[in-house]
T-cell receptor
């Protein structure tokens, strides 16, 4: 069974710092990997989607990399801002062949950017 | 609509009561997923629809949980005889394509509290 682990579980840094969030998964036979942001009491907002054939995706100050063979992804946030404070979730999508395959999520990294 | 809409946003139910949670996906989206997110955890897969067909319900925790999408658009997740352990945020997500390729768009969720 696929397991997704996110490290660290929580992170608090002063604004302006560059930071890296880590995600690892146990089964490398994934179809894609997606990073989400979740604000308190809200649903999930998709940040970046990386297909299994890709190595990285960039959007503004965010950069996500994928090393499928080693089962790892990182989310890099440049020049962090207080508005970046949220929980960041990593999720992998598998090709199960038979039934449907939803996403398998990690527990998230709770990020606080101090003004 | 522009996004995935879920209602109600909040639901408080007495133990033993039946509840129904509604999801309006983005118009034209083929795939629809339901997830359950307990406090401090990542979302966990419940069930998946492709149009009106429920292709996987392996994540439903018990036979008290039932989901339908009769016309391939709006979906309802029903929980019978609610228990305290059912307290969670229930998230709905839709995707334009089949389960393998597209990124997901999530709704804001329904927070269910069973007292």
């Amino acid at each position: 069974k696929q397991e997704v682990t996110q490290i660290p579980a929580a992170l608090s840094v002063p604004e302006g710092e560059n930071l890296v969030l880590n995600c690892s998964f146990t089964d490398s036979a994934i179809y894609n990997l997606q990073w989400f942001r979740q604000d308190p009491g809200k649903g999930l907002t998709s940040l970046l989607l990386i297909q299994s054939s890709q190595r990285e995706q960039t959007s503004g100050r965010l950069n996500a990399s994928l090393d499928k063979s080693s089962g790892r992804s990182t989310l890099y946030i440049a020049a962090s801002q207080p508005g970046d404070s949220a929980t960041y979730l990593c999720a992998v999508r598998e090709y199960s062949g038979g039934g449907a395959d939803g996403l398998t999520f990690g527990k998230g990294t709770h990020l606080i950017i101090q003004p | 609509g522009a996004g995935v809409s879920q209602s109600p946003r909040y639901k408080v139910a007495k133990r033993g009561q039946d509840v129904a949670l509604r999801c309006d996906p983005i118009s034209g989206h083929v795939s629809l997923f339901w997830y359950q997110q307990a406090l401090g955890q990542g979302p966990e897969f419940l069930t998946y629809f492709q149009n009106e067909a429920q292709l996987d319900k392996s994540g439903l925790p018990s036979d008290r949980f039932f989901a339908e999408r009769p016309e391939g658009s709006v979906s309802t997740l029903k929980i019978q005889r609610t228990q305290q352990e059912d307290s969670a945020v229930y998230l709905c997500a839709s995707s334009i394509g089949d389960r393998l390729y597209g990124g997901y768009t999530f709704g804001s969720g329904t927070r269910l509290t069973v007292v």
